[in-house]
């Protein structure tokens, strides 16, 4: 297998993702679209103070008795409530995924 991927690739695998994220979403029922922006920001910044409260207990050697599952959790949560935000304003990641991953090969290749 070859490991050099582009950023083409990486969207494409990405996409795959969503189409499959929608799928489950619809066979277990799940509302496609939340009406309260507000709701979604919300959620996000709880799982962001999450996140940051497992990295600060990691960090000082005192790990919450949960770690790495809830960290993993309210990482993947962030990801889902990310995806609700940018499908609320019909936005599509792919430009800016694009620009960003190859940003990031210019700023931090080694």
């Not at 582009?6 to 969503?18: G, H, Q, T, Y």
């Not at 920001?41 to 207990?57: E, S, V």
């Amino acid at each position: 297998m070859n490991k050099n991927k582009s950023a083409r690739e990486v969207i494409w695998a990405f996409n795959k993702f969503l189409e499959a994220y929608n799928i489950f979403r619809k066979n277990n029922g799940l509302k496609s679209r939340i009406k309260n922006v507000h709701e979604i920001i919300t959620a996000m910044t709880d799982k962001h103070g999450r996140i940051c409260r497992y990295i600060k207990h990691q960090e000082r050697k005192d790990p919450k008795p949960d770690w790495p599952n809830g960290m993993t959790m309210a990482a993947s949560g962030y990801i889902v409530y990310l995806i609700m935000l940018l499908n609320y304003y019909g936005i599509d990641i792919q430009d800016g995924m694009d620009k960003e991953l190859n940003e990031a090969v210019k700023q931090h290749k080694k």
